[in-house]
């Protein structure tokens, strides 16, 4: 390996709530080679998707941009092809790159600038499918047809075709497998767990680390959203029965506990690779999700909300440039990523023609700010600005609003939007949010 760039090893969960990580307050999860990421680097505490479903929030990551200017605002919609793309930015720039695992946007990972694929998974083995059962017996409708597959099409079935509660054991076999290969250049290796989506398959061993009968129910929980937020009739939210029940929750938080305890073991296995190998010191890991999850928090199962259980995402960060037992406050995107990896590795960024800001400063402890405030979108339901302290959220559809005091509510359970001494909190956030949206071209903007 090159000496003179540090490599890049940027890993992403699935669905994964930002509470979800021992070392950082959660008192019941077992998480200890996150935990051991969070003791050798930089945690940041604030870092948001944006828009919390997989597929833009994915494309946020891979082009650094909003899903306005990127143009994956929902399911199915394609990377604009005139963005400059991480993957390639970092191909052009002499690393040997590589992706492992989900892959949910438009094209194919050798189509947006990955050199090779290891462990690809995807849509495509409808054929072979059965139907299966998750761990409470319910029909899994997630994940249904995908399969492991090579960069021209050909499947592989007897690898399993859905999720298996052996999956994130295959991804970080090919994730090994890329990282003991021999190259001249610094790599990039960009992994994709599905876990801890649904449907949750859990590992026996896993399971048995968690008592669903003694899982702390959020302190958010609620039996039913006060209104319909925009997709009560989405698939994730009719994974619950209504109203939502302490016993479903917790059975489910059990679950899904152990899945990311599963996950967290083969990210070990990982970094153990990367040690043997002599690069472990030599690489800048990153660790993140594409989103957090209901789980329970505010009546809801699914993603697909401005709730900081769903809105925010675990985002760590460990190897040079970058200060151990860190936290920071500091508010960010994951299309953040992009240019933060550019100036880690010495890297030129592309600038002002993705929306991304670099975190470098952050990290440096130059700068407490990089964003001044953070918006979150979904479709056309939802839209969201957060300040240090405070959220407003509005619902286009419900005709509905809220506002939290996050220094003082945390857990967003006290809605002050009628509140008659927070009418100028209220009015000079909706205000911001407006200005943003029109800025960036937010179609909903034109009905302001």
């Known amino acids: 390996m090159s000496a003179e760039r540090p490599n890049v090893l940027l890993i992403v969960s699935d669905d994964q709530r930002p509470d979800t990580i021992s070392a950082l307050?959660?008192?019941?999860?077992?998480?200890p080679n996150l935990d051991r990421l969070v003791r050798e680097g930089t945690a940041f505490t604030r870092a948001t998707c944006g828009n919390p479903i997989c597929t833009p929030s994915r494309a946020e990551i891979l082009s650094g941009c909003s899903s306005f200017r990127s143009g994956v605002i929902d399911f199915g919609k394609p990377i604009d092809p005139e963005l400059p793309l991480m993957a390639r930015w970092f191909t052009d720039a002499g690393y040997?790159?590589?992706y492992v695992g989900k892959w949910h946007n438009d094209g194919?990972?050798?189509?947006?600038?990955?050199?090779k694929t290891n462990g690809l998974y995807r849509g495509g083995g409808g054929k072979w499918y059965k139907p299966q059962v998750d761990w409470f017996g319910r029909?899994?409708?997630?994940?249904?047809?995908?399969?492991?597959?090579?960069?021209?099409?050909?499947?592989?079935?007897?690898?399993?075709?859905?999720?298996?509660?052996?999956?994130?054991?295959?991804?970080?076999?090919?994730?090994?497998?890329?990282?003991?290969?021999?190259?001249?250049?610094?790599?990039?290796?960009?992994v994709n767990f599905t876990a801890p989506h649904d449907p949750l398959m859990v590992d026996p061993k896993f399971g048995a680390m968690y008592n669903a009968a003694k899982m702390p129910l959020p302190k958010n929980f609620a039996a039913r959203h006060?209104?319909?937020?925009g997709n009560f009739d989405g698939r994730d939210e009719k994974l619950f029965a209504w109203p939502r029940t302490p016993e479903e929750t917790r059975g489910e938080l059990a679950a899904y506990y152990a899945v990311i305890s599963h996950m967290d073991?083969?990210?070990?296995?990982?970094?153990?690779?990367?040690?043997a190998s002599g690069e472990l010191e030599n690489t800048i890991v990153v660790f993140s999700s594409d989103h957090g999850l209901g789980v329970g928090s505010h009546g809801l199962r699914g993603k697909q909300s401005m709730y900081?259980?769903?809105?925010?995402?675990?985002?760590?960060m460990r190897g040079p440039g970058v200060s151990q037992g860190k936290r920071l406050a500091t508010q960010c995107y994951l299309r953040d990523l992009f240019p933060t990896l550019c100036d880690l590795a010495g890297v030129k960024g592309p600038g002002e023609r993705i929306d991304g800001r670099s975190l470098q400063p952050a990290l440096l402890g130059e700068?407490?700010?990089?964003?001044?405030?953070?918006?979150?979108?979904?479709?056309?339901f939802q839209r969201m600005i957060r300040y240090s302290g405070w959220k407003y959220i509005e619902y286009p559809a419900a005709n509905k609003v809220q506002l939290f005091h996050l220094s003082e509510d945390p857990d967003e359970l006290h809605d002050l939007s009628d509140d008659p001494k927070q009418a100028r909190t209220r009015i000079g956030m909706a205000t911001t949010l407006h200005r943003w949206m029109k800025d960036n071209g937010d179609p909903l903007s034109a009905a302001k």
């Open 25 to 31: 307050g959660n008192d019941v999860i077992r998480t």
């Open 96 to 98: 040997e790159t590589s």
């Open 108 to 115: 194919a990972p050798i189509e947006r600038g990955y050199a």
């Open 139 to 190: 029909p899994v409708t997630g994940y249904r047809g995908w399969i492991f597959q090579s960069d021209d099409g050909m499947k592989f079935p007897e690898r399993g075709v859905g999720l298996t509660s052996d999956i994130s054991e295959k991804f970080a076999d090919a994730a090994i497998e890329l990282l003991e290969q021999p190259s001249d250049k610094p790599f990039f290796v960009h």
């Open 226 to 229: 006060p209104f319909d937020h």
């Open 265 to 275: 073991a083969q990210i070990g296995r990982v970094l153990k690779a990367l040690e």
């Open 308 to 316: 900081e259980h769903t809105i925010g995402v675990p985002l760590v």
């Open 367 to 380: 700068k407490e700010q990089i964003h001044p405030f953070v918006v979150g979108y979904f479709r056309t």
